[in-house]
């Protein structure tokens, strides 16, 4: 028995020795808050679920002046307004036939009355 005790004794000590070995730090806390707070300042330390990380890109315009750049191209018609009305190109062709629009209302009557515009699923 006192060989079998033994061997149980030895294996605690192993045990224990062990697993203290396995718990050791060879940093303290505050070591690695500080490592942890460097590495996050210097983006090293990927932010959300994306591991795709861009770099951050620095302007070298100011706001008023990309204000001012696109307060321009609006002036010259150079931006396009939004919505279905708008051709593509965002810059509203002027019809040069003279009509104005009681004229193509009036003209657009007469001809669903003459039945050259079908409405609905008559097509």
């Known amino acids: 028995m006192t060989i079998h005790s033994t061997l149980l004794g030895a294996a605690a000590l192993v045990l224990a020795l062990g697993t203290s070995s396995i718990n050791a730090q060879t940093e303290s806390r505050?070591?690695?808050?500080?490592e942890t707070k460097a590495a996050n300042a210097a983006g090293a330390i990927p932010r959300g679920e994306s591991t795709n990380q861009q770099p951050k890109l620095d302007s070298v315009k100011t706001r008023?002046?990309?204000k001012a750049e696109t307060a321009a191209a609006q002036q010259r018609g150079?931006?396009?307004?939004?919505?279905?009305?708008?051709?593509?190109?965002?810059?509203v062709k002027p019809?040069?036939?003279?009509?104005n629009r009681?004229?193509?209302?009036?003209?657009t009557k007469t001809?669903?009355?003459?039945?050259q515009i079908t409405s609905g699923e008559k097509n």
């Open 78 to 91: 150079d931006i396009a307004r939004g919505g279905e009305a708008h051709p593509v190109d965002g810059k």
């Open 30 to 34: 505050d070591q690695v808050k500080s």
């Open 102 to 107: 009681a004229d193509v209302k009036a003209e």
């Open 95 to 99: 019809t040069n036939d003279g009509r």
């Open 111 to 115: 001809a669903v009355k003459a039945g």
């Open 64 to 66: 008023a002046d990309r």
